[in-house]
């Protein structure tokens, strides 16, 4: 991979492109009575993916992005769970009937932190509420620092086959600098009890990046990780945005590896993950290659959703909790982001969206094209814009920031085939950007673009 493109590129802040328009377009124009109303339109043989929020934790790591807060009281995330039943019922009255139900993620936060009997109980209303079926993909976000043996009890008789375990590193000095401590050995316990309990598609996140690591400790934690054979890994560039996330502020700069650095941590694990194996799947991913993933990046039907890279081809995602997002055809949904307000708007009856986004006819059309280049480092733009009524050459003409990315060499232009060159694939996402037509680059509202 190109260190001259890394420098040129590399500290660009650029969307992770997991919606298009991504969310900081979402506007109070779209809330509740169009959710109502786009809810009630769904077609009739339309099937959904579930997902749900659940934003506790024990303790706070200071990388973290997400939208979660610490909780030392069961009792508010008893009557979190609660509110999340609720809802459930709410939006599947406003549907009108038992939509089919192929993927269900739980995210967090931490969603384990729940009672293994309030996690049966809401598996229990989403069974009632849509027919999920047989073959669906259940999937739940761990912390393996505070997963019970009883929690994986009940993981196993709700029907979970999927587990997505928080690594991030192994070096203890890195952990200390996140407040992450989390032994090699943890984690390997939960895998095994996991395992046991039938639980068999198991991920790891980890995350480069972070202070003081370093391109050996992000080696060392690839060969301890795969002692434990995961099926899929994720690994994700930390983002530093002390702005947005002020318990970010615990994390020292100084300590921090500049893009040039990041960029040989990425390769550095992306090479000794392919070198053992794995499939490298769009941006961040890396798969065995008997597995669901790498056979969808195979067979071109990737997808890429909130969740990231995903086998889900449903239009339809119903998010459930505070902060959680939905996508339909005719756009995105937005719950409150505050764990009250969004618990009083579910008390009085009512749905929790507070913003969100009706897409146009050239959104769709830009997120076609740039859902295949992240999936596939490549787009065939003739036949995209053919399928939306558009012509190529005026896409290609508006993309007045595909010009310098051409001539540097990150992107081959065939014709109307656009490809990213296979050592600049790092860059996927400042190729997607070319085509998003709502980019500001003058605000500071993403990571890295390596």
């Known amino acids: 991979m190109r260190t001259d493109l890394a420098a040129s590129y590399g500290e660009e802040r650029l969307p992770r492109y997991t919606s298009y328009p991504?969310?900081?377009?979402?506007?109070?124009?779209?809330?509740?009575?169009?959710?109502?109303?786009?809810?009630?339109?769904?077609?009739?043989?339309?099937?959904?993916?579930?997902?749900?929020?659940?934003?506790?934790c024990r303790e706070m790591c200071w990388y973290c992005g997400c939208h979660t807060q610490i909780v030392r009281r069961d009792e508010l995330i008893a009557a979190y769970q609660r509110t999340l039943r609720s809802e459930i019922a709410q939006v599947a009255k406003t549907i009108g009937r038992r939509i089919k139900v192929?993927?269900?993620?739980?995210?967090?936060?931490?969603?384990?932190?729940?009672?293994?009997?309030?996690?049966?109980?809401?598996?229990?209303?989403?069974?009632?509420?849509?027919?999920?079926?047989?073959?669906?993909?259940?999937?739940?976000?761990?912390?393996?620092r505070t997963l019970t043996a009883d929690m994986v009890e009940a993981m196993r008789l709700s029907g979970v086959n999927r587990a997505s375990l928080g690594v991030q590193s192994f070096d203890p000095i890195v952990q200390r600098a996140i407040n992450r401590v989390q032994s090699f050995e943890q984690t390997a316990s939960v895998v095994g009890m996991l395992q046991r309990a039938g639980v068999n598609g198991i991920n790891f996140d980890l995350i480069y990046g972070l202070p003081h690591q370093t391109v050996a400790s992000c080696l060392a934690t690839v060969r301890r990780s795969l002692e434990l054979g995961?099926?899929?890994?994720?690994?994700?560039?930390?983002?530093?945005?002390?702005?947005?996330?002020?318990?970010?502020?615990?994390?020292?700069?100084?300590?921090?590896?500049?893009?040039?650095?990041?960029?040989?941590?990425a390769c550095a694990i992306a090479d000794a993950l392919k070198e053992a194996?794995?499939?490298?799947?769009?941006?961040?991913?890396?798969?065995?290659?008997?597995?669901?993933?790498?056979?969808?990046f195979e067979d071109r039907t990737l997808r890429r959703n909130f969740q990231g890279y995903t086998t889900d081809r449903g239009e339809v995602l119903l998010g459930f909790g505070a902060s959680a997002i939905g996508h339909l055809p005719q756009g995105y949904v937005q719950n409150?982001?505050?764990?009250?307000?969004?618990?009083?708007?579910?008390?009085?009856?009512g749905l929790a969206i507070v913003k969100g986004y009706g897409l146009t006819d050239d959104d769709r059309l830009r997120a076609d094209i740039i859902e295949r280049i992240m999936c596939e480092f490549s787009a065939d733009l003739g036949d995209i814009c053919a399928r939306h009524g558009a012509e190529a050459e005026t896409m290609l003409q508006?993309?007045?920031?595909?010009?310098?990315?051409?001539?540097?060499?990150?992107?081959?232009?065939d014709?109307?085939?656009?490809?990213?060159?296979?050592?600049?694939?790092?860059?996927?996402?400042?190729?997607?950007?070319?085509?998003?037509?709502?980019?500001?680059?003058?605000?500071?509202?993403?990571s890295r673009a390596v």
């Open 277 to 296: 194996g794995y499939v490298q799947i769009g941006l961040d991913h890396f798969a065995r290659p008997d597995d669901a993933m790498a056979v969808a």
């Open 22 to 56: 991504t969310a900081p377009h979402f506007s109070p124009a779209i809330g509740a009575d169009s959710y109502a109303k786009w809810l009630s339109e769904l077609p009739s043989g339309a099937s959904a993916s579930l997902y749900l929020h659940v934003p506790f």
């Open 415 to 446: 014709g109307d085939r656009l490809a990213v060159a296979t050592d600049a694939r790092f860059l996927v996402r400042s190729v997607a950007a070319a085509f998003d037509a709502h980019l500001d680059p003058g605000k500071q509202l993403h």
């Open 336 to 349: 409150e982001v505050q764990i009250g307000a969004y618990a009083q708007s579910i008390a009085a009856g």
């Open 230 to 265: 995961p099926d899929r890994f994720s690994v994700f560039g930390y983002a530093h945005v002390p702005a947005f996330k002020k318990h970010q502020r615990m994390i020292d700069e100084k300590h921090l590896p500049d893009g040039l650095a990041r960029h040989d941590q």
């Open 398 to 413: 508006s993309a007045s920031r595909l010009k310098p990315l051409i001539s540097d060499g990150v992107v081959k232009l």
């Open 102 to 144: 192929e993927h269900i993620h739980f995210g967090g936060g931490t969603p384990t932190i729940m009672a293994p009997e309030a996690f049966a109980e809401l598996m229990a209303e989403m069974r009632h509420a849509f027919f999920v079926l047989p073959s669906a993909e259940i999937a739940v976000e761990i912390d393996p």
